[in-house]
């Protein structure tokens, strides 16, 4: 996941903003996998993720797509502390 994560990074510095939306996409899919899983683990990756994703969502201004993956985070986050 982190690999994607930073292809997606990489590609959004380089302009290929669909390729980059493409693999945060499929970083947050497979992170949410492994983090229903194995919760106390992998919670801080899919956090990442879906911050990487709500990064790409913003620079094509997907402003409600934004939205739920901040708002998915933040309930990662909050899980990982209960």
Same mark, same amino acid.
């Given at each position: 996941? +982190? &690999?994607?994560?930073?292809? %997606?990074?990489?590609?959004?510095?380089?302009?290929? *903003?669909?390729? %980059? !939306? #493409? &693999? &945060? /996409?499929? #970083?947050? /899919?497979?992170?949410?996998?492994?983090? %229903?899983?194995?919760? /106390?683990?992998?919670?801080?990756?899919? #956090? *990442?993720?879906? @911050? *990487?994703?709500?990064?790409?969502?913003?620079?094509?201004?997907?402003?409600?797509? +934004?939205?739920? #993956?901040?708002? @998915?985070?933040?309930? &990662?986050? !909050?899980?990982?502390?209960?």
């Amino acid at each position: 996941m +982190t &690999a994607l994560k930073n292809q %997606a990074v990489c590609l959004a510095d380089v302009q290929r *903003s669909a390729e %980059a !939306l #493409a &693999a &945060a /996409e499929e #970083a947050v /899919e497979l992170s949410r996998e492994l983090s %229903a899983a194995h919760p /106390e683990r992998h919670h801080p990756l899919l #956090a *990442s993720c879906l @911050d *990487s994703y709500g990064g790409q969502q913003r620079g094509r201004a997907c402003i409600p797509l +934004t939205v739920c #993956a901040g708002s @998915d985070q933040v309930v &990662a986050v !909050l899980g990982q502390r209960s």
